[in-house]
């Protein structure tokens, strides 16, 4: 599989209107996460992520982010005061980010049990790290 500028902007429209560069650059940092798990759809929610926090889209996020309001805590104006109780961070701060984490969970699950002791699962299992040390 070859994630590319131009499927991803197919499959995620709102995006359609960032410069190919912008979107090249992040979907290159995305593919330094994704890049061994042969997912082309994990990169595209990881670069629709990093693009919504850079201000990038159309959806009321990245409005949010472009604004500097992407992880505000109170926002009035007038009569109106937009309140949130705690600032999500991280993935969670993004649909597209909530929407990539189910992925980054199935690569990086944290330790198995085995009948040998604990095997720390993300770093060396699927040649993350290489071999088993006692293979």
């Not at 599989?1 to 979907?27: C, E, G, H, N, R």
């Not at 330094?32 to 159309?58: E, F, K, M, R």
């Not at 009321?60 to 472009?66: G, I, R």
Request: net charge negative; glycine share 12%.
């Amino acid at each position: 599989m070859t994630a590319t500028v131009a499927t991803f902007k197919t499959i995620f429209p709102s995006f359609v209107t960032t410069a190919d560069t912008s979107a090249q650059y992040w979907l290159d940092r995305a593919l330094l996460t994704t890049g061994a798990w042969d997912d082309d759809h994990a990169s595209y929610l990881l670069t629709a992520h990093y693009l919504t926090l850079q201000g990038h889209g159309t959806g009321a996020e990245a409005e949010l982010a472009a604004g500097g309001a992407s992880g505000f805590t109170l926002i009035q104006s007038g009569a109106l005061k937009l309140e949130r109780a705690s600032a999500k961070t991280g993935y969670a701060s993004t649909s597209y980010g909530l929407q990539f984490l189910p992925f980054l969970r199935a690569h990086f699950g944290g330790p198995s049990i085995t009948s040998t002791g604990s095997v720390c699962d993300g770093l060396l299992r699927g040649g993350v790290a290489g071999a088993y040390p006692w293979a």
